[in-house]
């Protein structure tokens, strides 16, 4: 009993650390700026400033930002389990000659900083007329990213093989296989690996800034900085439209947790 609740209580102040931050992010989103700055610190608002939000959301074309911002984020989902899935579905389940050395390749390139192959991306993409659109941000998704093949990867691994090898005596080929019968077996994995990828295009920051020089073309991760001027920051506004930007995802999260967490869980299994 007693080790039950110590635990419990280690999760209670672990989700309280964690809510912090949230919790401030609200609280400044309602808030004036004499209560912004007040000192000593005031964490309650002495009034709550909801004109936050109606200004934020007036102060930028933010609803244009947004659908921007999902346009990339789904296209990127479909990119993603389409290439991801067919990539970890040949080095799972298909036995051919340097299939592991591709893998450890492939897995390598993980440790690649970002920071390393920026500058050569940025000028293949600027030859290829791809600059300032939506392309650099898109079209590696359609190549498959290496730790979500190796997540889906691990997944199809744990399908029992003979599944596989009776399909194959019945005269099923490959693609036949992998569509309707390993696939249907793989909801969660694939479900999961459409949220990360979801959650990892609607927060990028680095890429839009570098790719995206039209202001009509930004998604809302880089449309937030207008309220960061030369000389002053619009806290409140920027406050409340970081919470719009954040709603989404925690909305989302709340109704797929369940099958996300299964899908954790069985992708790392093996």
């Given at each position: 009993m007693f080790k039950s609740l110590f635990k419990?209580?280690?999760l209670c102040l672990a989700g309280i650390c964690f809510l912090g931050p949230f919790a401030y992010l609200l609280l400044t989103s309602v808030k004036s700026i004499d209560d912004i700055f007040a000192v000593p610190f005031v964490w309650w608002p002495k009034q709550f400033y909801f004109e936050n939000y109606?200004?934020?959301?007036?102060?930028?074309?933010?609803?244009?930002?947004?659908?921007?911002?999902?346009?990339?984020?789904?296209?990127?989902?479909?990119?993603?389990?389409?290439?991801?899935?067919?990539?970890?579905?040949?080095?799972?389940?298909?036995?051919?000659?340097?299939?592991?050395?591709?893998?450890?390749?492939m897995m390598g390139t993980i440790m690649l900083p970002m920071q390393s192959t920026m500058v050569p991306?940025?000028?293949?993409?600027?030859?290829?007329?791809?600059?300032?659109?939506?392309?650099?941000?898109?079209?590696?998704?359609?190549?498959?990213?290496?730790?979500?093949?190796?997540?889906?990867?691990q997944f199809f691994m744990g399908i029992p093989q003979e599944i596989s090898e009776s399909a194959r005596i019945d005269g099923a080929s490959e693609f036949r296989i992998f569509s309707q019968m390993i696939i249907p077996l793989s909801y969660p994995a694939l479900f999961t690996?459409?949220?990360?990828?979801f959650l990892s295009s609607w927060k990028d920051y680095q890429l839009p800034l570098i790719y995206l020089n039209d202001p009509d073309l930004w998604t809302l991760s880089v449309g937030l900085k207008a309220f960061i001027g030369e000389y002053n920051v619009e806290w409140g506004m920027?406050?409340?439209a970081a919470a719009l930007?954040?709603?989404?995802i925690i909305i989302l999260y709340f109704f797929v947790q369940k099958v996300f967490i299964q899908g954790i869980t069985m992708t790392g299994s093996k």
């Open positions: 419990h209580l280690i109606s200004n934020a959301v007036q102060a930028i074309p933010f609803f244009r930002y947004m659908l921007n911002t999902l346009f990339v984020s789904l296209l990127c989902v479909i990119g993603e389990l389409i290439a991801a899935p067919l990539t970890a579905y040949g080095l799972a389940r298909i036995p051919f000659k340097g299939r592991n050395v591709i893998f450890m390749v991306l940025y000028v293949l993409y600027n030859k290829l007329g791809m600059v300032n659109s939506y392309w650099p941000l898109i079209l590696p998704a359609f190549f498959g990213a290496a730790y979500y093949i190796f997540l889906l990867r690996v459409g949220l990360l990828v920027l406050m409340a930007f954040t709603f989404p």
